[in-house]
């Protein structure tokens, strides 16, 4: 299988943890933690090696929560490329109040990478014979906003096919540079295309909007209990969500990355590779914190996927 590349500029810990109810001011005693690797690209690749792809995360980390990160990918098995930078990697946390299930996340923004940290990560992924690259995750400060854009040049030079999973200035800068995929959720590209995209037809127009202006060749936009659209320049699939009960939602857009990601470089036509993303993500709502999704699960949910074409 063709080797696919990942790259997080800003990974973290996920904490996860538990109480009955969220109020202000009050301790709140909470239930048993759990610690998981995190940040999108990592995530991706977390998934990709489950699924039995050949896949390298590359990632910078520093301080103890850094070498918390690199023993837990380590105990994964994760091939991984971790760059040492001076600041400390963050921590994300994630609380379930289960008096009424949702869900309370809480995004760091990481530490301040020098110039020559961020070009690391950069030079690390350049003509690298990766057939495949994703970016996943936001930025940390001191990283330019354009980061990905230089990664989807680099990756149109080196003839690797560029997957990004980005928002805000991030997402522009790298549109305007054009790449192979694009993962937007819905309140990405109601910011992207500047407008409200209630319906269906809207949201088909501006994910094809895109294409057509050379931003990518695929958009992939996720919905949450909506399900996902697939669209391309002359072709438009919608699967509904599954009936799944959801236990965390953490993970769930990776992990439909990663299963995409890993179909199409596995071979499979993009009816068949959005099934699996489909998939994929759906899995990920069966586990607690960022658990991520099992190849056995992708595989049993696997035939529930219905793909209607537009």
């Given at each position: 299988m063709p080797q696919i590349f990942t790259v997080t500029l800003n990974p973290a810990?996920?904490?996860?943890?538990?109480?009955?109810?969220?109020?202000?001011?009050?301790?709140?005693?909470?239930?048993?933690?759990?610690?998981?690797?995190?940040?999108?690209?990592?995530?991706?690749?977390?998934?990709?090696?489950?699924?039995?792809?050949e896949v390298l995360a590359v990632y910078p980390a520093g301080g103890p929560i850094g070498a918390l990160l690199e023993r837990l990918l380590a105990a994964e098995h994760l091939p991984s490329l971790s760059l040492p930078i001076a600041g400390d990697t963050r921590e994300d946390f994630t609380v379930v109040e289960t008096s009424t299930g949702r869900e309370f996340r809480f995004v760091l923004p990481g530490p301040k990478l020098k110039p020559e940290e961020w070009q690391?990560?950069?030079?690390?992924?350049?003509?690298?014979?990766?057939?495949?690259l994703v970016a996943s995750g936001g930025l940390p400060p001191g990283v330019p906003g354009d980061f990905h854009a230089q990664l989807a040049r680099h990756a149109k030079a080196d003839g690797a096919k560029f997957a990004l999973d980005c928002s805000g200035p991030a997402l522009k800068a790298a549109l305007d540079e054009g790449v192979w995929l694009v993962k937007p959720n819905l309140s990405e590209l109601e910011d992207y295309a500047g407008w409200p995209l209630e319906a269906q037809d809207q949201q088909i127009a501006a994910a094809r909007s895109i294409v057509l202006r050379g931003g990518a060749?695929?958009?992939?936009?996720?919905?949450?209990?909506?399900?996902?659209?697939?669209?391309?320049?002359?072709?438009?699939?919608?699967?509904?969500?599954?009936?799944?009960?959801?236990?965390?939602?953490v993970g769930a857009g990776d992990s439909f990355m990663g299963g995409l990601v890993f179909a199409l470089a596995s071979g499979l036509n993009l009816e068949d590779a959005f099934r699996y993303g489909v998939a994929a993500g759906s899995a990920a709502l069966l586990f607690p914190g960022t658990e991520l999704a099992h190849a056995a699960d992708i595989e049993r949910l696997l035939p529930l996927v219905r793909v209607e074409a537009l």
């Open positions: 810990i996920d904490v996860s943890t538990s109480v009955d109810t969220v109020e202000p001011v009050r301790k709140l005693r909470s239930g048993a933690v759990r610690r998981d690797p995190g940040g999108g690209g990592i995530n991706v690749a977390r998934v990709v090696r489950r699924l039995g792809g690391a990560c950069l030079a690390a992924v350049v003509r690298n014979g990766a057939e495949y060749e695929i958009v992939a936009l996720t919905l949450g209990e909506a399900g996902a659209l697939l669209v391309t320049e002359r072709r438009a699939w919608r699967a509904p969500a599954l009936p799944i009960r959801r236990v965390s939602s």
